[in-house]
């Protein structure tokens, strides 16, 4: 038999490696919804049903998860996070159920990713590990409001979608022990977001935990941002990123010592 040509056989071999590639198995992502605190009823039931058709449009992921106490027990289990690439916390409030927290930071900082939305950092008050993690803890808020979000890496998944700025009415948490020097900055406001007063008020970053990638945003109180386009391709982007199907900056911007805090 005549041997092929060596153009042929690099075509075959590209071939090879694509087919192989839209085989790979999706990642598996654990939604966490438990709540021990305030409950965002609506907003949970509608991200549940918008992660699951977005993990069947995508088809790279698929989503499984823990509702209550029961389910966390079983599911979050050192033994039984093996079998997950990432988890979401959707909303979550107050001392989760965790069966070994230690274990759990330990899984994320091995390679896996996590994902916050809204109040994830409202959770776990008392736990210094977890608040270090996610990267700021729930402060406070005033009432709902229309805020202009200005976007400060349009390369990145989560923020590719929203352009150089964006309008937004949410409930806009603020935050205590955020450092803008370990955290990469995706989107924030530049003045408050009640008074109107000048000041860095961050709202969504990322950051390496060990090996495993962090992707937080402070949207998604009310049902209808959920349910808004421009919100899940920004969620599904920083879901992508933190399961390593993307790829994008983690790396702190550059700021002065003096801002670090703001």
């Keep these: 038999m005549a041997s092929l040509p060596r153009r042929t056989l690099s075509l075959l071999a590209l ?5 192989a590639a839209f085989a790979a198995p999706p990642k598996k992502l654990l939604v966490v919804t438990v709540t021990k605190g305030f409950r965002h009823g609506d907003s949970i039931e509608v991200g549940e049903k918008i992660l699951a058709e977005m993990a069947a449009r995508d088809r790279s992921f698929v989503v499984d998860y823990v509702r209550n106490d029961e389910e966390m027990a079983q599911k979050m289990t ?5 079998g997950y690439d990432g988890v979401l916390f959707l909303n979550t409030t107050g001392d989760l159920p965790l069966p070994d927290r230690d274990a759990f930071m330990k899984w994320i900082e091995a390679g896996r990713g996590f994902v916050g939305t809204h109040s994830a950092t409202d959770t776990f008050h008392g736990y210094p590990p977890y608040l270090d993690m996610i990267g700021a803890e729930f402060k406070t808020h005033g009432a709902q409001s229309e805020v202009n979000c200005l976007v400060m890496d349009r390369k990145h998944p989560a923020t590719k979608p929203l352009g150089a700025s964006f ?18 900055d995706l989107f924030s406001l530049d003045r408050h977001p009640n008074e109107g007063t000048p000041g860095y008020y961050p709202l969504s970053w990322c950051r390496m935990q060990g090996k495993g990638r962090v992707f937080y ?22 879901i992508r990123w933190a399961l390593g199907l993307e790829r994008g900056d983690a790396r702190p911007q550059t700021v002065s010592v003096n801002s670090a805090a703001r």
């Excluded at 071939?15 to 087919?19: E, F, M, Y």
């Excluded at 309008?167 to 990469?184: C, M, S």
């Excluded at 109180?221 to 920083?238: F, K």
């Design 167 to 184: 309008k937004v009415f949410d409930e806009i948490y603020q935050f205590q022990r955020y450092d803008r020097t370990k955290f990469r």
């Design 217 to 238: 945003t402070a949207l998604g109180h009310r049902p209808d941002v959920w349910q808004s386009a421009w919100y899940q391709a920004h969620l599904l982007g920083g």
């Design 78 to 82: 050192p033994a039984a996070l093996k």
């Design 15 to 19: 071939l090879l490696l694509t087919a």
